[in-house]
Nanobody, 126 residues
Framework: QVQLVESGGGSVEVGGSLRLSCAASGYTISSKCMGWFRQAPGKEREGVAFISSYDTTRYADSVKGRFTISKDNAKNTLDLQMNSLKPEDTAMYYC????????????????????WGQGTQVTVSS
């Protein structure tokens, strides 16, 4: 059974950086489709960054150039480096996995992800 546990969230000022990490157990993330999502109060959960089974990446326009998604296969973790943070980045961040081998075109739809972590809170203050 896939278990995902996020860490690394916290409070930071505008322009600051955070690095989120998602530890996977019961599941090897290399060659798998993974993603980071976020949900702000009163808003729908939205996709932030995705990495395919072939390590191709895709980002939401709102974070492109500021966030970087990556896999650490040695640690079996999914990471999200977040730079130049803005108040609108404030949200609960979730990592998710889609079991199977998928190219990026099939690795970016929320409803396709079946395994989710509990989330880690990111708060950006001005």
């Amino acid at each position: 059974q896939v278990q995902l546990v996020e860490s690394g969230g916290g409070s930071v000022e505008v322009g600051g950086s955070l690095r989120l990490s998602c530890a996977a157990s019961g599941y090897t993330i290399s060659s798998k489709c993974m993603g980071w999502f976020r949900q702000a109060p009163g808003k729908e959960r939205e996709g932030v960054a995705f990495i395919s089974s072939y390590d191709t990446t895709r980002y939401a326009d709102s974070v492109k150039g500021r966030f970087t998604i990556s896999k650490d296969n040695a640690k079996n973790t999914l990471d999200l480096q977040m730079n130049s943070l803005k108040p609108e980045d404030t949200a609960m961040y979730y990592c998710a996995a889609r079991v199977g081998v998928f190219a990026i075109g099939d690795c970016s739809v929320r409803s396709d992800f079946g395994s989710w972590g509990q989330g880690t809170q990111v708060t950006v203050s001005s």
